[in-house]
């Protein structure tokens, strides 16, 4: 996609700060920056189209890290968006990052487990986006509380994502989600990816969220 000079410019400071910050904190395990660049950066943005078309309203980024790929969506289309991680000591360096850069109106953080977000702020969001986070069966359970009725999650993936949703289509109908769009292709440097978009459909037939823990480690699927 095309970015005018400002966004881009933008987008290249927080990938390098990131890269700086990483010195002191673990954000990323890429620190080759034209390997970042590709990895993160286009990566974050390949899934603008599908997010173009998510509702409007709020947004959160789901275990963001670094901030990709919320910061750079946010950047890129200039909607506000909440980083979701629950290493306090990340979401502290993205606030250094955040201010650094002068984003504090559009990007904020919530150092905590996705769970008690979806307690505090049961419905809210309109759009989710998680990026190597954890299975898509896990996704979609960890997403459904915090979505408002046509909200969609956004999710990124690689190649190997048969076994995940096959597991998470299992399980959509009791989750009150549903499969709207898949699309697969490579990045510049010839790595395979995948986005999945689940859109909330119905209300779950199941007691969300679950106590914290239980998506990962007792899957539904």
């Known amino acids: 996609m095309e970015l005018d000079a400002c966004k881009a410019e933008l987008i290249e400071r927080h990938l390098d ?12 395990r ?5 390997s970042a660049l590709v990895l993160h950066v286009e990566d974050s943005l390949s899934a603008f189209p599908e997010f173009s078309e998510a509702p ?5 980024d789901l275990g963001s890290g670094g901030g990709f790929p919320g910061v750079t969506l946010s950047i890129a289309s200039g909607r506000k968006v909440l980083l979701v991680d629950s290493v306090g000591k990340k979401m502290r360096a993205m606030d250094s990052i955040v ?14 487990r996705i769970e008690d977000l979806s307690n505090e702020r049961r419905g809210n969001f309109a759009v989710l986006t998680a990026r190597a986070l954890t299975a898509m069966p896990s996704l979609i359970e ?6 408002q009725k046509g909200g969609r999650l956004i999710c990124y993936k690689g190649s190997n994502y048969e076994e995940e949703l096959e597991r998470a289509l299992r399980i959509q109908d009791k989750l009150g989600m549903k499969l709207v769009s898949q699309r697969f292709f490579d ?8 986005i999945f978009v689940f859109e909330k459909v119905a209300k779950p037939k199941i007691k969300l969220p679950r106590r914290v823990g239980m998506a990962q480690n007792n899957p539904l699927a």
């Not at 960890?142 to 979505?147: D, G």
């Open 99 to 112: 201010s650094d850069l002068g984003l504090q109106d559009s990007v904020s953080t919530y150092a905590g």
């Open 17 to 28: 700060e990131v890269i700086e910050m990483n010195r002191k904190i673990n954000l990323t």
């Open 142 to 147: 960890l997403a459904c509380p915090l979505l």
């Open 30 to 34: 890429v620190v080759d920056r034209e």
């Open 187 to 194: 990045l510049s440097d010839g790595s395979a990816r995948s």
């Open 56 to 60: 409007s309203g709020p947004y959160a």
